[in-house]
C-alpha cells in the first residue's frame, strides 16, 4: 500500500526551465482553466505484485512546480519513504489574475491581469472578459490591448463593480491580436497563442447576516384526520437589506439526512480548539456506522467520510500531551483535560473500526484518566476550563457526578475491563443524586451502559414530572442552562432509553425536541450538543428505520411544491427555493410514515442585533506615516457586572481586498500582554480565542495589507460570542472610512 502526496510549490513563472526561442503554439480552441487546488494528489493505493504502481493523471491549471513524495507499507518489508520528486506545470503563452476572496455588492474592484509570453519575438495581445453576468465594466471595454515583450509580462487594469448578491464567474481570456500596432515598430511573432481562466467570486449583500430555522418532525397518522398540517410565516424586518432574503424549504424522511448531507459543514462557528475539533471528526463514523446497519452506505459518502475521520484524527493528535491527555490547545495548555481526553477516548475507540488508530494514543489516554481517579470512586475535573460550558453540561455543575458520569461513560464505550475502577466509579454515582436534568440523565445513561439498568429506570421515572411538553415535544430545562445544554439533555435521555431497550415511542417526544432545535446543516448550537445529539438521533433512527414511509407533502404560498418521500428516498434531503419572500407557506402532509420539515430564512439587515451580553469594537488606524500600512484595532468586555463568560471567540470579516499579515497573526498570541489563545485566518475571517471575557475591557490588533485595490468600499461585520452558548453575542462593524478608537464605548455596564 502506497501513500502518495503531491502538493504545490510556488514557481517563479520570470524562470521558466525552457528555452527563450521555443515556439509558442496553441488549440484553435483555447481550453478555460479553472482547477487551481492547493494540494494535488493525496490518495492511497495497491501497488502490483511486484512493487510497482502506476497511474495517469491530468495536471492541473495551475502554473506551478508539484512536489511529490509516497510512503509505503508492506507486511514483509515494513515502512518505507521515498525521496521526493517534482513536475512543473508551464505554458509558454498564460494569464493571471487576482480576485478578493469575497465582495460586497456596489463595491468597485481592479482586477490587474498579468500576461506572460517566453516566445522569441514581441507579442500583440488583446484581452478579453467574457460578457459580464452579476457585475459589469466600470468607465471601459470588455476588451484591452497590451504588448508582450519576449520573456517578459505586461498588465492590464480592468474595473468591475459587483452589482449582483450570490456567486459569478469572472473569466478573462487573452490571445494574439490581429493587429500589431500596439506593439510599434517591435518585429512580432507570427504563431497564435491563446490562454484563459475562470474564477469564482462570492457578492456578499451589505449589512448584518441573520439566519433563522423552523424545524419540526411530523408523523401524519398521529393526527385524528390523519393529516399532518402547520404554517410557516417568512416575516422580514423593516430593515432588511434590499434583495438580500432567500429561503428555502427542505423535507426529508430520515432525521439523520441533513447530517448525511452535510459531513463537511455541520456547525457554522470556527472550529480551532482540541474540543471543537472533534465536532469534525465524530459524526463520521456517526454516518459510517448508521449506514453500514442499515445497508445504505455507499462509496462516495465512505469515502468522504474515511478522509474527514483520517484529517481529524491527525489534527486531534497535535492536541495531545505527552503523558497521553489532550487538552483544548495541547501542550500550550499547563495541564491535559480530564474530560477532553475522556471525550477523545470514546471517540477514537468507536472510529477505529474504519481508520488505523494507535492502540498506544488510546491506551495512554485510557491510563492517564484512570491514574486520577480519586479514592471515593469520582473523577476530577482536571483542566482548565475555557468555558462554564466547554463541556456542555458538565461546566454548570459542582459536584463530581457530572465528570464521573461522562468519564464512566467513556471507559464503557472504550471497553475498558478493569472492574475496580468501573465498580469505585458506579459507587461514587450512587452517593451523589443528580442536581439538574441534565446530569441525572448522563448519569443514567452511565449506569444503563454499566448494566445497572435498575438504577437507570428509576432515574427516567423521577424525571418525568419535570417534563416540558408541548406540540408532542418533550424536553427538561436546566437552571441557567444554554440551548446547547437542553439538547444534550434531551440526547442523554433518548441514548438512555435505546439502551434500556425501551421502544421508539418512549423516545420520539425527546427526538422531536431535538429535531425543533436543528440547524438545516444537521448540526446544534455548538459542538458537545452535536455529537452527542447525533448520537442520539442515529442510535434513534436504527430503530425506526424498517417502518415504513410513504408521504406526500404539499406546501402552498410562496412556494408551490409537491414532495414525495418514499422507502427508496427518504435519506435523500428535497430543497427547494422559495420563491416570494415575505411570504406565509401552509404546509400539508398525508401517508404513513414520519419526516422532517426545515424552513430556513436567511437575510442581511441594515443595523446589528442588540446585545446585553458583550460589547465589541472594531477600528482602523494607519500603521505608518503615509497611511499605506494599516492596523485593525478592537477592543471586548463583557456586560453583566461581576460576571465573565468562557470562551469566546471574535470574528473579523476582512474588508474587501485586505489580508492579515500572518507575522501580526503570531505576535497576537505570543505577546504575554494578550489575552488570545489563538488567532487564526479562515474564510475570510481573523478568528481570535479568548480563554475568558470578562467586564475588563481586553484590546487586540494585528496589521493588514491590500492585495486588490477597491473602490466604495463597504463596511465589514466584526463579531464576538460564546462560543458554547452561540445565543450570547454582539455585532458591529467597521469601515477605513468611519473609524473611531474601539475603546471609546466599551466601558463595563450594567445588563437587563
Avoid at 346 to 362: G, L, P, T, V
Avoid at 543 to 556: A, G, W
Amino acid at each position: 500500500m502506497a501513500l502518495a502526496s503531491v502538493a504545490r510549490r510556488p514557481a517563479s513563472p520570470n524562470k521558466p526551465d525552457v528555452a527563450a526561442k521555443t515556439k509558442v503554439t496553441t488549440k484553435s480552441v483555447v481550453e478555460v482553466r479553472q482547477d487551481f487546488p492547493e494540494t494535488w494528489l493525496f490518495n492511497i493505493e495497491m501497488t502490483g505484485a511486484d512493487g510497482e504502481f502506476l497511474k495517469k493523471e491530468t495536471l492541473p491549471h495551475t502554473i506551478t512546480e508539484w512536489v511529490g513524495s509516497a510512503a509505503c507499507v508492506s507486511p514483509e518489508d515494513g515502512f518505507g519513504m521515498s525521496d521526493t520528486s517534482s513536475i512543473k506545470g508551464f505554458q509558454l503563452f498564460f494569464i493571471s489574475y487576482t480576485l478578493p476572496a469575497t465582495a460586497v455588492r456596489g463595491e468597485e474592484f481592479y482586477v490587474v491581469v498579468s500576461v506572460f509570453s517566453y516566445a522569441d519575438k514581441a507579442l500583440p495581445v488583446t484581452v478579453s472578459l467574457e460578457e459580464p453576468q452579476g457585475y459589469e465594466v466600470v468607465n471601459g471595454s470588455i476588451n484591452g490591448d497590451i504588448c508582450v515583450k519576449p520573456g517578459t509580462s505586461e498588465n492590464l487594469r480592468i474595473k468591475l463593480k459587483a452589482t449582483t448578491v450570490g456567486k459569478i464567474n469572472i473569466t478573462v481570456s487573452a490571445a494574439t491580436a490581429k493587429d500589431a500596432s500596439v506593439c510599434g515598430g517591435s518585429e512580432v511573432a507570427s504563431s497564435l497563442a491563446k490562454d484563459a481562466i475562470r474564477q469564482s467570486l462570492v457578492v456578499e449583500a451589505e449589512g448584518f447576516p441573520v439566519d433563522t430555522v423552523q424545524s419540526i418532525l411530523f408523523c401524519p397518522t398521529d393526527s385524528e384526520k390523519q393529516t399532518f398540517e402547520v404554517s410557516h410565516k417568512l416575516d422580514l424586518p423593516n430593515d432588511m437589506v434590499n434583495d438580500s432574503a432567500r429561503a428555502y424549504v427542505d423535507v426529508t424522511g430520515n432525521v439523520m439526512g441533513p447530517a448525511i448531507r452535510n459531513l463537511d459543514r455541520l456547525v457554522t462557528l470556527p472550529t480551532g480548539c482540541g474540543e471543537q475539533n472533534l465536532v469534525k471528526f465524530t459524526p463520521n463514523y456517526l454516518v459510517l456506522d448508521y449506514l453500514s446497519d442499515i445497508g445504505k452506505l455507499t462509496d462516495t459518502i465512505k469515502n468522504k467520510a474515511i478522509r474527514n475521520l483520517n484529517k481529524g484524527y491527525q489534527r486531534q493528535l497535535t492536541y495531545r500531551h505527552q503523558d497521553g491527555s489532550f487538552s483544548a490547545f495541547g501542550e500550550t495548555d499547563k495541564t491535559g483535560s480530564m474530560f477532553l481526553t475522556a471525550f477523545v477516548l470514546r471517540s477514537f475507540h468507536e472510529a477505529k473500526r474504519h481508520i488505523a488508530i494507535d492502540a498506544n494514543i488510546i491506551r495512554a489516554a485510557q491510563d492517564w484518566i484512570v491514574s486520577k481517579q480519586q479514592d471515593n470512586g469520582c473523577f476530577p475535573d482536571i483542566g482548565h476550563i475555557i468555558s462554564s460550558g466547554i463541556q456542555g453540561g458538565l461546566g454548570k455543575e459542582k459536584s463530581p457526578t457530572a465528570i464521573t458520569a461522562y468519564v464512566l461513560a467513556s471507559l464503557l464505550i472504550a471497553q475498558y475491563e478493569n472492574e475496580t475502577v468501573i465498580d469505585a466509579a458506579k459507587n461514587c454515582l450512587s452517593e451523589h443524586a443528580g442536581s439538574s436534568p441534565y446530569e441525572t440523565f448522563l448519569v443514567a445513561y452511565a449506569e444503563a451502559l454499566a448494566g445497572n439498568k435498575d438504577a437507570a429506570k428509576k432515574r427516567l421515572a423521577d424525571m418525568k414530572p419535570f417534563a416540558i411538553t408541548k406540540d408532542g415535544a418533550e424536553s427538561y430545562l436546566n437552571p441557567n442552562g444554554t440551548k446547547a445544554v437542553n439538547v444534550e439533555t434531551a440526547s442523554y435521555a433518548i441514548l438512555t432509553n435505546v439502551k434500556l431497550g425501551n421502544g421508539p415511542t418512549d423516545a420520539l417526544p425527546l427526538v422531536r425536541y431535538l429535531t425543533q432545535n436543528m440547524k438545516p446543516s444537521g448540526g446544534f448550537y455548538s459542538t458537545q450538543d452535536t455529537c452527542v445529539g447525533l448520537e442520539a438521533l442515529s442510535h434513534f433512527a436504527k430503530l425506526v428505520y424498517k417502518d415504513p414511509v410513504d408521504i406526500e407533502v404539499s406546501v402552498k404560498g410562496g412556494l408551490e411544491q409537491k414532495v414525495e418521500i418514499s422507502q427508496d428516498n427518504k435519506l435523500l434531503v428535497q430543497r427547494n427555493k422559495v420563491a416570494e419572500v415575505p411570504s406565509v407557506l401552509d404546509i400539508e402532509a398525508t401517508g404513513s410514515g414520519c419526516g422532517l420539515i426545515q424552513t430556513s430564512l436567511r437575510y442581511n439587515t441594515k443595523t446589528a442585533p442588540e446585545t446585553n451580553k458583550f460589547h465589541i469594537g472594531v477600528a482602523v488606524e494607519c500603521a505608518s506615516g503615509d497611511c499605506k500600512k494599516k492596523r485593525i484595532v478592537g477592543a471586548v468586555n463583557y456586560l453583566p457586572i461581576g460576571k465573565k463568560a468562557g470562551m469566546s471567540v471574535v470574528q473579523v470579516k476582512m474588508l474587501t481586498g485586505i489580508v492579515p499579515v500572518k507575522e501580526s497573526l503570531t505576535e497576537l498570541t505570543s505577546n504575554s500582554n494578550n489575552k488570545v489563545i489563538r488567532a487564526d485566518y479562515e474564510n475570510n475571517e481573523v478568528v481570535l480565542y479568548f480563554p475568558e471575557v470578562s467586564n475588563a475591557v481586553e484590546s487586540f490588533k494585528f496589521e493588514v495589507e491590500e492585495v486588490v485595490e477597491v473602490e466604495n468600499a463597504q463596511p465589514a461585520t466584526a463579531k464576538i460570542f460564546d462560543y458554547y452558548a452561540p445565543e450570547n453575542s454582539a455585532t458591529t462593524s467597521y469601515s477605513f472610512e468611519k473609524s473611531q478608537p474601539p475603546t471609546s464605548t466599551a466601558s463595563t455596564t450594567e445588563a437587563s
